[in-house]
């Protein structure tokens, strides 16, 4: 897994050598020589974009935030694993670093043939690094498609309003719709019916009271709506 906030998840008193090569040896994989653990060490980090020789022994608070971050990312990849969670991998880094890791991580995928589940509210991550997308709405998955097919084609109102958040977003107008959210309702306790119908501008009486399935309604586009948009 690699977690969203670099800062905390890095244990402050771990080296970088530590800190990747800790996996391996608690799961009996690493080798005895610390020769061939650091060596594999320093690979990891090349893999990730950092300089072994100068950063193999440093600690947390000697790197930058997206230094951290690769870190983190190296310490993921020292199982080898073929799926990697990743939770808001970029949303506490500066905004100049956010496109290199997302990047970085594209460029892993493709290299070491892995699968990622991301989980994020920034749809324009979501659209650079997914192939398909499932949005959530009060813990339940109320949309699911191919990435291009849901950006360009929502059928929700709720993913519609979540690309309406989005600056410059030609839906932008229709962000006043449905924007108050009703805080007595929580994903524990979610409203009966659509959990979505308190905030629904096209929401009737059968919204309020039978709760939608997840249904496809065209290849691979699934949908939890009793009134999709465009249907």
């Avoid at 589940?117 to 339940?140: E, N, S």
């Avoid at 229709?174 to 959990?195: I, K, N, T």
Wanted: proline letters at 6%; a negative charge.
């Amino acid at each position: 897994m690699i977690f969203q906030d670099p800062y905390e998840s890095l244990n402050p008193q771990s080296t970088v050598y530590n800190t990747v090569t800790e996996p391996r040896i608690i799961h009996g994989l690493a080798s005895k020589g610390k020769d061939e653990r650091e060596a594999m060490a320093s690979r990891l980090l090349k893999m990730v974009g950092l300089d072994s020789a100068t950063k193999l022994y440093r600690y947390p608070h000697e790197l930058s935030g997206g230094e951290r971050q690769r870190v983190a990312i190296a310490r993921a990849l020292s199982l080898e694993p073929e799926l990697l969670v990743a939770d808001e991998p970029v949303s506490m880094l500066d905004v100049s670093i956010r496109l290199e890791i997302l990047h970085l991580l594209q460029t892993l995928k493709d290299n070491l043939k892995l699968t990622y589940f991301v989980i994020t509210h920034d749809l324009g991550v979501a659209r650079y690094i997914g192939t398909r997308i499932a949005v959530m709405y009060f813990g339940q998955i109320i949309e699911t498609a191919e990435t291009d097919e849901l950006i360009n084609n929502p059928k929700h109102h709720y993913t519609n309003l979540l690309l309406s958040s989005i600056p410059g977003s030609e839906r932008a107008q229709a962000l006043a719709a449905g924007a108050d959210v009703d805080f007595s309702y929580s994903a524990a306790q979610p409203p009966a019916g659509c959990r979505f119908h308190t905030r629904c501008p096209n929401a009737g009486e059968k919204c309020a009271s039978v709760e939608p399935k997840l249904s496809e309604i065209s290849s691979g586009h699934f949908v939890a709506c009793h009134y999709p948009l465009n249907s």
